[in-house]
C-alpha cells in the first residue's frame, strides 16, 4: 500500500522563479494539505484541498497556490521564490475530518540560492 | 503567535533513562497528535489523543492528553538509541475549520548509547 508520494525530492531554485511540487495522497485519503518546514522549526500550514477546492488556508501569500486534480493528486506552485522560501515542503493525506491522523509524504526540499 | 508550545527543545540523553516532552497550549483542540521525523524524512503519526484525560501507551512510550484538552505529554521509558529524532505534537480543530494542524517547534531527542 504505497503512501504518500512527493516529486521532486530535492530542487534548487534561483529567486523570483517559479516551482511545481507534486504529491500523491495514500490510497483512500481524500484530502491533501502541504505544510512548509523551515530549518530547525515545527510545519506551518500552507492550505488544504478536497473535492477540488482550497478548503482552508493558513498565513501564507497569495504567491502560494494549489490544485487538486480529479485523482485527489495534488500540486503546489509558489511563484516570486524568495530565498526565504527555502524550505522542506510537506504534502499530508487524510480523510476529509483527519480525525484518523495525517499521513506525511517525505517532502520536498526547496533550496531558493 | 505560537498556538503550541513544546518543551523541552533539546534533549540529550543516555540509553535507559526517561524522559518527558510537554506540549501546552491556551487554545482547546478537538483532538492532539503526536509525530516523529528523521532527518530528510515527513512526520510519522504515533498517536491521536481525543478525550480530555486520555492515555494511550505505545510500547515503551505514553502518550496524555489534558482533561482540558489544553496539553499534552510524551514519556519514554527506558530510552533508546532508535527512539532519536524530532518528536512534533500538534493540535487539531474540527467543525467550522476542520482539520488543519497546528504544530508545535519539535523536541528534538538524542539518546546517547
Known amino acids: 500500500d504505497a503512501g504518500v508520494t512527493q516529486s521532486p525530492t530535492h530542487l534548487i531554485k534561483t529567486r523570483g522563479q517559479q516551482v511545481t511540487l507534486r504529491c500523491s495522497p495514500k490510497s483512500g485519503h481524500d484530502t491533501v494539505s502541504w505544510y512548509q518546514q523551515a530549518l530547525g522549526q515545527g510545519p506551518q500550514f500552507i492550505f488544504q484541498?478536497?473535492?477540488?477546492?482550497?478548503?482552508q488556508r493558513g498565513n501564507f501569500p497569495d504567491r502560494f497556490s494549489g490544485h487538486q486534480f480529479p485523482n485527489y493528486s495534488s500540486e503546489l506552485n509558489v511563484n516570486a521564490l524568495l530565498l526565504g522560501d527555502s524550505a522542506l515542503y510537506l504534502c499530508?493525506?487524510?480523510?476529509?475530518?483527519?480525525?484518523?491522523?495525517?499521513?506525511f509524504g517525505s517532502g520536498t526540499r526547496l533550496t531558493v540560492v | 503567535t505560537q498556538l503550541l508550545e513544546q518543551s523541552p527543545q533539546f534533549l540529550s540523553i543516555q540509553e535507559g533513562e526517561n524522559l518527558t516532552v510537554y506540549c501546552n497550549s491556551s487554545?482547546?483542540?478537538?483532538?492532539l497528535q503526536w509525530y516523529r521525523q528523521e532527518p530528510g524524512e515527513g512526520p510519522v503519526l504515533l498517536v491521536t489523543v481525543v478525550t480530555g484525560g486520555e492515555v494511550k501507551k505505545l510500547k515503551r512510550l505514553t502518550f496524555q492528553f489534558g482533561d482540558a484538552r489544553k496539553d499534552s505529554s510524551l514519556h519514554i521509558t527506558a530510552a533508546q538509541p532508535g527512539d532519536t529524532g524530532l518528536y512534533l505534537c500538534?493540535?487539531?480543530?474540527?467543525?467550522?475549520?476542520?482539520?488543519?494542524?497546528?504544530f508545535g517547534k519539535g523536541t528534538k531527542l538524542s539518546v546517547k548509547p
Open positions: 500538534a493540535g487539531a480543530f474540527y467543525g467550522g475549520s476542520q482539520g488543519n494542524l497546528i
Open positions: 484541498y478536497y473535492e477540488e477546492e482550497e478548503r
Open positions: 487554545s482547546v483542540f478537538s483532538s
Open positions: 499530508a493525506s487524510s480523510l476529509r475530518t483527519g480525525l484518523n491522523g495525517y499521513t
